[in-house]
């Protein structure tokens, strides 16, 4: 059976949700579809006096602006699907995904984005999508994980002996400041303009509002009252890291860039608990470039992105 998640029933179906997604999914920001399993006989694990169990769920947001083809387009992102081991080829997967496309039906959004990394252990979901009418592309995005090991490991000595004295010292880079001291017009007066600069269309998805972001890790240049490169964290509860944007208007982009990057990675190697990830989603080559620069062994993986309409 599939119900449509309401507040009071949300945190029933927490424990199917990745603790980075919490938050999202707790604050209706997100939206649920959860799969109620049928009471089991005889079953030990079908929960107390063979009750109903949630056994999969489904993450979703409407986004409007989004570019698809040099058009903006209102879509449904996919953001999370998940059965419980146990539930599995009991066809509750596509249960849940009939009821996304009733929704699609009802509601103005032009189809449904979802993205998936590169990788062989990923082609069972791009076959299952693939399968409900997705067409995938490989886009521009990619994403790379770091710890604390790739801290002291991967980043060359001179480049961690930068960021750590950028991070460590008593003021920060001249012209850097913290997101918070900008107004919030001029916070999404260059969001947006950064978004326009960007092609993989992910920026297009990314919140403009400034209270979002992890005010202590995000920062910018600012040059002549004027905003000219920008980086902005999401902070989940276990203190891990997204980098979700980072972006210049400058024309000393990618010494600025890399000045940013520089900067935050001394500050997460300074300033986090040992425990914490940064995930960074990359948009374009050139922050690719500087990304592998800094981390020469880590290699970035490319993310496709499937379309259904």
Same mark, same amino acid.
């Given at each position: ?104 039906? +009802?509601?103005? #959004?032009?189809? =449904?984005? !979802? ?5 062989? /252990? ?5 076959? *299952? ?81 400034? +209270?979002?972001? #992890?005010?202590? =890790?995000? !920062? ?5 009252? /004027? ?5 902005? *964290? ?76």
């Amino acid at each position: 059976m599939i119900i449509s998640i309401t507040e009071k029933e949300r945190d029933y179906f927490l424990p199917l949700v990745p603790e980075d997604m919490r938050d999202a999914f707790r604050s209706g920001e997100w939206m649920g579809l959860g799969a109620l399993s049928e009471p089991l006989e005889n079953d030990g694990d079908a929960g107390e006096d063979g009750a109903v169990e949630a056994c999969g769920i489904m993450l979703f947001s409407p986004e409007d602006g989004i570019s698809i083809g040099g058009e903006r387009s209102t879509m449904i992102i996919l953001h999370w699907i998940y059965v419980a081991d146990k539930y599995r080829q009991q066809g509750m997967a596509d249960d849940l995904m009939n009821a996304l496309a009733d929704i699609l039906e +009802d509601n103005p #959004a032009d189809g =449904i984005i !979802c993205d998936i990394p590169l990788g062989s /252990e990923y082609d069972l979901a791009e076959d *299952f999508f693939s399968s409900w009418g997705f067409s995938f592309d490989v886009t521009e995005l990619q994403e790379m994980v770091i710890d604390k090991d790739d801290c002291r490991k991967e980043i060359s000595p001179q480049n961690k002996e930068e960021a750590l004295r950028l991070a460590s010292g008593p003021d920060r880079p001249i012209n850097l400041i913290p997101i918070s001291e900008l107004s919030k017009e001029d916070f999404i007066k260059t969001v947006r303009a950064i978004k326009e600069k960007e092609t993989s269309g992910y920026y297009e998805m990314i919140s403009e509002d400034r +209270d979002d972001y #992890a005010e202590d =890790i995000s !920062c910018a240049f600012v040059h002549e009252n /004027e905003v000219s490169s920008m980086v902005l *964290f999401e902070r989940f509860p276990d203190d891990d890291l997204h980098m979700v944007m980072l972006g210049t208007l400058s024309k000393r982009g990618n010494k600025e860039l890399l000045e940013l990057l520089r900067y935050t990675a001394g500050y997460y190697y300074l300033n986090y608990p040992e425990s914490a990830k940064i995930k960074f989603s990359i948009g374009t080559e050139r922050n690719r470039t500087l990304a592998v620069h800094l981390f020469p062994d880590k290699d970035p993986i490319l993310v496709r992105r499937g379309f259904y309409y």
